[in-house]
């Protein structure tokens, strides 16, 4: 049988969770089936490329605008098979930002109708697109996302009950999403004998905001954008994860490899990573934060850092498995291809 020809599509290579995760398509289990390629999509761009695939799958979050650019994906591309990775919608993301929801739905509806086949980061994020009636189950599945980092699952546990305060890292993009500020304001208001202390690692648009939120509190220090991320991690004895939504969250992920027990929000896909890995706090409420911060270090740190470690044991290559065995089941196509048409018009 010939090889698959695979094309990912992706319209923002910013630093994040959906750029980290297309490692997954360098993994052997996907590159023993397929060539795969990513190919960079203006963001503005309404026509679709003509492609060289048998397998073309989408990266961005469908809008208004993008249903022109499915529409002529699907028609300049008959022959391939197209899916959709729903990376960014969910409930929580939806609640927050969408006042008309029904228009919203049949936007989503209508973009998810365009594709063969839709893969969701996280169950909660499937229930939620099923439930609107926004995708049929049949035509849909999950896997999990893996940015198939190294060197995670070989950090040493942390060493907790020592005389030393209580190490609790947060990490990513400096955006409202991820509900840093949420941290900062539950740690400015631990008192004197709450002996921990906050390592807040990434960088992005509220670095300026969160520095000077955090300015009069020694006990919130700042590492700048991380390089090397086992180092970070190496560095905190607990991650915590506010973010106001997230569809899945790659960060409680690579934590729990790490063997740090996560503090998470309720949003999206962070509540169903827990198990007995840590904590599911609602966020939004400053006093149920700060409790969960003062009951951590009587809490079973060190099971929570092994079940963790366990629950994520070879994960990144399960996930890169179940992508292999949804390529499989697309047939290629014809051995003759026609060479590979990038369009860049941009709408007028």
């Given at each position: 049988m010939s090889r698959i020809k695979l094309v990912n599509l992706l319209d923002d290579f910013t630093l994040g969770g959906v750029t980290k995760g297309l490692a997954i398509f360098d993994s052997a289990p996907v590159r023993e089936i397929a060539d795969c390629e990513t190919l960079p999509i203006n963001s503005e761009a309404m026509i679709a490329p003509a492609l060289d695939a048998d397998i073309i799958i989408t990266h961005f979050p469908p809008n208004w605008m993008r249903l022109v650019f499915l529409g002529l994906l699907r028609a300049r591309n008959p022959k391939a098979t197209l899916i959709h990775v729903e990376h960014s919608y969910s409930g929580d993301w939806e609640d927050q930002h969408v006042p008309h929801r029904a228009r919203f739905r049949l936007m989503m509806k209508w973009a998810l109708s365009m594709v063969d086949h839709v893969v969701c980061v996280s169950n909660r994020q499937a229930h939620w697109l099923m439930e609107g009636d926004m995708v049929e189950p049949h035509r849909l599945d999950v896997i999990y996302p893996s940015s198939q980092p190294k060197g995670l699952d070989a950090i040493p546990l942390p060493e907790f009950g020592q005389d030393r305060p209580l190490v609790v890292g947060a990490y990513g993009r400096y955006a409202p999403a991820k509900g840093f500020d949420r941290l900062i304001n539950a740690f400015k208001r631990l008192g004197a004998d709450d002996n921990l202390e906050l390592l807040l690692g990434g960088f992005g648009p509220e670095e300026e905001a969160l520095t000077a939120q955090a300015a009069d509190c020694p006990r919130i220090r700042f590492a700048g954008k991380i390089s090397d991320l086992p180092v970070y991690l190496a560095q905190c004895d607990v991650i915590a994860v506010p973010s106001r939504f997230e569809a899945y969250g790659q960060v409680a992920n690579e934590a729990r490899e790490a063997g740090r027990p996560i503090l998470v929000?309720?949003?999206?896909?962070?509540?169903?990573?827990?198990?007995?890995?840590?904590?599911?706090?609602?966020?939004?409420?400053?006093?149920?934060?700060?409790?969960?911060?003062?009951?951590?270090?009587?809490?079973?740190?060190?099971?929570?850092?092994?079940?963790?470690?366990?629950?994520?044991?070879n994960c990144g290559a399960e996930r890169a498995e179940a992508w292999a065995r949804l390529i499989r089941t697309f047939k290629p196509r014809s051995p003759e291809r026609k060479s590979l048409r990038v369009a860049t018009r941009q709408p007028a």
């Open positions: 929000s309720t949003a999206g896909g962070l509540p169903e990573q827990v198990g007995s890995a840590g904590l599911v706090v609602d966020c939004a409420d400053p006093d149920a934060l700060l409790a969960a911060l003062q009951c951590l270090p009587v809490m079973p740190l060190a099971h929570m850092a092994q079940a963790g470690r366990a629950a994520t044991q």
